[in-house]
């Protein structure tokens, strides 16, 4: 089992969001998509906070997944499903068998600003078309807002993952934005996290 500091420090506050968004429809069954699921430790939480959601993990990396998998068996968790390969580059209809408007929620928990372009564009064209009419995608990370990166830290952050890879950085909201509308969602809400990270909000219309 993979263990991430952040992970660890920041599932609490990702799970009161998603609480909160899906109280309302805790009534009937959910069945829920993370992509890049890292270490598991978040999908696991959310499994055992909200157990009316089936959580279906994804990461492109075997280890993520072997991590996923032994935090499932050590859990028992029973809500969440065995992870699957998913890059979210490729077109929707390669994501691990999915359907068309299959998904309540498309979680997305600090991957945008470690993918390329070409990545973000797959989360909302993918999302667009897997989720329900008034599905989520969410979105958490930091961000560029209309080109301009605030504060000096998040700059240098932007710097530091450019120079890791230079397809990498910080997403700007406003392109977003623009990408959800052109695949039939809506940014409908920005919550301010910790340490500059926020949550956004997308819903298809």
């Not at 909160?20 to 999908?43: D, M, N, V, Y």
């Not at 989520?136 to 961000?143: P, S």
């Not at 990166?149 to 240098?156: D, G, R, Y």
Request: hydrophobic residues 40%; contains cysteine; aromatic residues 8%.
């Amino acid at each position: 089992m993979l263990l991430s500091p952040q992970a660890e420090r920041n599932w609490q506050d990702l799970c009161s969001v998603l609480e909160e968004l899906l109280e309302s429809q805790s009534h009937r069954k959910l069945f829920a998509l993370e992509l890049g699921s890292g270490t598991g430790q978040h999908i696991i939480r959310f499994g055992q906070k909200m157990p009316f959601v089936t959580w279906q993990p994804s990461d492109i990396k075997k280890e993520s997944r072997d991590s996923i998998k032994a935090y499932i068996a050590a859990t028992n968790a029973k809500t969440v499903l065995q992870p699957v390969h998913l890059d979210a580059s490729d077109t929707w209809d390669k994501w691990a068998g999915l359907s068309h408007s299959s998904c309540d929620v498309v979680i997305a928990i600090n991957l945008l600003q470690y993918s390329s372009f070409k990545t973000a564009q797959g989360v909302f064209n993918g999302a667009g078309q897997i989720l329900r009419q008034n599905g989520l995608l969410i979105t958490y990370g930091v961000y560029a807002m209309n080109g301009t990166i605030t504060p000096s830290c998040n700059a240098q952050l932007d710097a530091e993952l450019r120079k890791l890879n230079p397809e990498w950085g910080l997403p700007d909201i406003d392109v977003l934005r623009q990408l959800a509308y052109s695949n039939g969602m809506r940014l409908e809400r920005m919550i301010e996290m910790e340490e500059y990270y926020k949550c956004l909000i997308f819903r298809k219309l």
